[in-house]
């Protein structure tokens, strides 16, 4: 659906500035700001948070993304990340119109029992902004990061695909965000921004959408491919969420890496208790020197903490209509378990799928990732 | 050496246009990209790429209508459509009689889920 917005885009701001012999000149901010190519909003998310989570090792214990498979409900986005500490995972689907924003009651005790740690399951009403493309660039990521830190807005999670970022934000926030993507990046003149449908029931979205609500039954998963990255960098930063100028050091030192020619390859940033937020961003090794643009590494320092950063192999893949299926995320969970592949680092958003294993485990889950999925 | 030849991705999943595009750039294609039909037209308008890869199911103005544009301009006629699309069975009977019976104004097209080694083909046989 098309969000008719009425609003027209503010005027490009300028910036003024002075040449060498101090001459006054000034020129258009939109010269600039980062070009991309739209922004996509999804609303009425429930969010479901569960912490601690064993995996498969216990009979006992029940992570979220093979309860929500079980339940035939599709995840719109992911993040899951393993650390000695256990595993925390976040996990958001959309509700049919109608629906209250709450989980289903036996999944949110199952959820529940399946954690160590009481009141691991948190459901929330959250909403997704996504901007695209991203182009690989910690540019954009970094000035992204930044610009929430400026306008004194949190975000709960974000996840990048092979193209977006996506920022799961509180539903209330979305106009605010909204309104300083548009007025911060050079969007394309005729841009606006596209929206999920809302208060529409299924058989109008079936009539609208046919293609995307069919429910594939395949031996198995149809892929573009899987694509292996090895020998990545993960760096890790932990920060007070609620402490803006965080957002702005993560920024700035993204924005840094970025001058030097590294790219990312993945991103994903957790918010695993109200006063602890964790961003992830999977580079190419980084040399000593750019490893100092995020200072006090291995420190803590009021409030943030810049984790040794450790080498991981990279899987992704991305298939028709994931962001519609339910259940893709379980399996591949299933097929690297089978192989006793751990999982470190996921994140899934559009059509998506991101893992990142222990340095020189890449090799081994492609055959393991094969007896679920196709790989052209 | 010959120029490269310009295709425009258009579809309005993100993902698919950065897996489609990225299988093209390694093909040696030049590859300009699009998310809706507005935006489609107003980048044939810029520079005229050899082929079109269109989804159907789009906002602002979907893949039929950009079709309809492109086939029903002289100037823009003898660009390669080629439409992505899970509504093989409503393809409008028009101009070209593809091998299966379906008939669409676009020049070629294929069915979601998509093969990219077939839309690779198919965008071979267009540029060749």
Avoid at chain 1, 44 to 54: H, K, P
Avoid at chain 1, 340 to 361: E, H, K, N, W
Wanted: proline share 6%; with cysteine; hydrophobic share 40%.
């Amino acid at each position: 659906m098309e969000i008719n917005r009425g609003r027209p885009k503010p005027p490009s701001p300028t910036i003024v500035s002075y040449n060498t012999r101090g001459v006054f000149i000034s020129f258009p901010m939109s010269l600039l700001q980062i070009r991309i190519n739209g922004i996509r909003l999804g609303s009425r998310l429930n969010q479901v948070i569960q912490t601690s989570v064993d995996g498969e090792a216990s009979p006992l214990i029940s992570p979220l993304y093979k309860l929500l498979a079980q339940d035939r409900i599709n995840i719109v986005s992911l993040g899951l990340r393993t650390d000695p500490s256990g595993t925390s995972m976040f996990c958001c689907h959309d509700l049919p119109s109608g629906c209250k924003f709450d989980f289903k009651p036996d999944i949110k005790k199952k959820v529940a029992s399946g954690s160590k740690e009481p009141q691991s399951c948190i459901v929330s009403n959250v909403c997704t902004v996504s901007v695209y493309p991203h182009n690989a660039s910690l540019n954009t990521l970094g000035f992204l990061m930044s610009l929430f830190g400026k306008h004194g807005v949190s975000f709960q999670q974000m996840v990048s695909s092979h193209a977006m970022i996506s920022f799961i934000i509180n539903r209330s926030d979305q106009e605010r965000v909204l309104a300083f993507l548009e007025q911060e990046f050079d969007l394309p003149p005729t841009h606006i921004p596209f929206g999920q449908f809302e208060n529409e029931n299924a058989e109008f979205v079936k009539k609208r959408y046919p293609e995307t609500r069919a429910t594939y039954v395949e031996q198995r998963i149809k892929t573009y491919g899987i694509k292996l990255d090895a020998g990545l960098e993960m760096v890790e930063i932990s920060f007070n969420p609620k402490d803006q100028k965080y957002l702005g050091f993560c920024g700035n030192g993204l924005q840094q890496l970025a001058k030097s020619g590294k790219k990312f390859y993945f991103t994903a940033s957790m918010t695993k208790s109200h006063d602890m937020a964790h961003l992830y961003c999977l580079t190419e090794p980084l040399a000593f020197q750019e490893k100092q643009y995020f200072p006090s590494r291995d420190k803590v320092t009021k409030g943030l903490t810049v984790c040794p950063s450790v080498s991981v192999d990279l899987i992704s893949f991305h298939g028709p209509h994931f962001g519609d299926r339910f259940g893709i995320f379980n399996t591949a969970m299933a097929c690297l378990n089978a192989a006793a592949i751990p999982v470190l680092l996921a994140g899934c958003t559009g059509a998506s799928i991101f893992m990142a294993l222990p340095d020189s485990l890449g090799q081994k889950a492609l055959p393991a990732l094969a007896e679920g999925f196709e790989n052209p | 050496m010959s120029e490269k030849k310009l295709i425009l991705v258009v579809d309005d999943d993100p993902d698919l246009v950065e897996a489609v595009s990225m299988k093209l750039e390694a093909k040696s294609y030049r590859v300009e990209k699009a998310y809706d039909g507005v935006e489609a037209m107003d980048k044939i308008k810029i520079e005229k790429p050899a082929v079109v890869i269109l989804d159907v199911m789009m906002p602002r103005k979907n893949g039929w209508e950009v079709c309809d544009e492109i086939k029903n301009s002289n100037a823009l006629k003898d660009i390669a459509v080629v439409l992505l699309t899970a509504v093989a069975d409503s393809v409008k009977t028009t101009s070209y009689t593809h091998h299966d019976g379906k008939t669409t104004l676009a020049d070629d097209y294929v069915p979601k889920p998509i093969d990219l080694d077939e839309l690779m083909e198919i965008v071979g046989d267009h540029c060749s």
